[in-house]
T-cell receptor
Framework: GNSVTQMEGPVTLSEEAFLTINCTYTATGYPSLFWYVQYPGEGLQLLLKATKADDKGSNKGFEATYRKETTSFHLEKGSVQVSDSAVYFCAPLTSGSRLTFGEGTQLTVNP | GAGVSQSPRYKVAKRGQDVALRCDPISGHVSLFWYQQALGQGPEFLTYFQNEAQLDKSGLPSDRFFAERPEGSVSTLKIQRTQQEDSAVYLC????????????FGSGTRLTVV
């Protein structure tokens, strides 16, 4: 079946540090891939997406590249801010237009 | 509307009580999804509508859960005879149903069964 494996959290970084959150997935074919973010007390928000192999999604300084060879979609940011503290979810769009979410990775950025 | 609206924001139910959760999707969005998010977990798929047709209900955990979208717009998720394990945040999302478009989520309804 379809599944998503995310880097285990929680992740704690200092401001301006480099961030990587790993995500690998299993799915039939080449699904569109998404990262969603959930800030404290808020709903899920779309952060970025990629719809085909080698596409790079980017938003708010975050980037992720669709790697079909490794079925991965790792999230990166060169310099995190305190305001980036949130839970990050990787999610491929699998059969039936369904988003399948990972467990989520809690990120805390300290000043 | 501008976003996906869910109500109520919070619901406390006594065990055995029936509850109804409402979702108002973005106007014109064909697809509507319900997810259940337990504390500290990722959202789990419950059911999916395209217009008024319920195309997938494979994620509904038991026959106590029922969802409808009679006019292809507002949707209601009903849980009968609530149990403590039903305590979670119930998320609704809508989409234009184009490949790669992604969903817009509502803020969710936090259900606590006591």
């Amino acid at each position: 079946g379809n599944s998503v494996t995310q880097m285990e959290g929680p992740v704690t970084l200092s401001e301006e540090a480099f961030l990587t959150i790993n995500c690998t997935y299993t799915a039939t074919g080449y699904p569109s891939l998404f990262w969603y973010v959930q800030y404290p007390g808020e709903g899920l928000q779309l952060l970025l997406k990629a719809t085909k192999a080698d596409d790079k999604g980017s938003n708010k300084g975050f980037e992720a590249t669709y790697r079909k060879e490794t079925t991965s979609f790792h999230l990166e940011k060169g310099s995190v801010q305190v305001s980036d503290s949130a839970v990050y979810f990787c999610a491929p769009l699998t059969s039936g237009s369904r988003l399948t979410f990972g467990e989520g990775t809690q990120l805390t950025v300290n000043p | 509307g501008a976003g996906v609206s869910q109500s109520p924001r919070y619901k406390v139910a006594k065990r055995g009580q029936d509850v109804a959760l409402r979702c108002d999707p973005i106007s014109g969005h064909v697809s509507l999804f319900w997810y259940q998010q337990a504390l500290g977990q990722g959202p789990e798929f419950l059911t999916y509508f395209q217009n008024e047709a319920q195309l997938d209900k494979s994620g509904l955990p038991s026959d106590r859960f029922f969802a409808e979208r009679p006019e292809g717009s507002v949707s209601t998720l009903k849980i009968q005879r609530t149990q403590q394990e039903d305590s979670a945040v119930y998320l609704c999302a809508s989409s234009l149903a184009r490949e790669g478009y992604g969903y817009t989520f509502g803020s969710g309804t936090r259900l606590t069964v006591v």
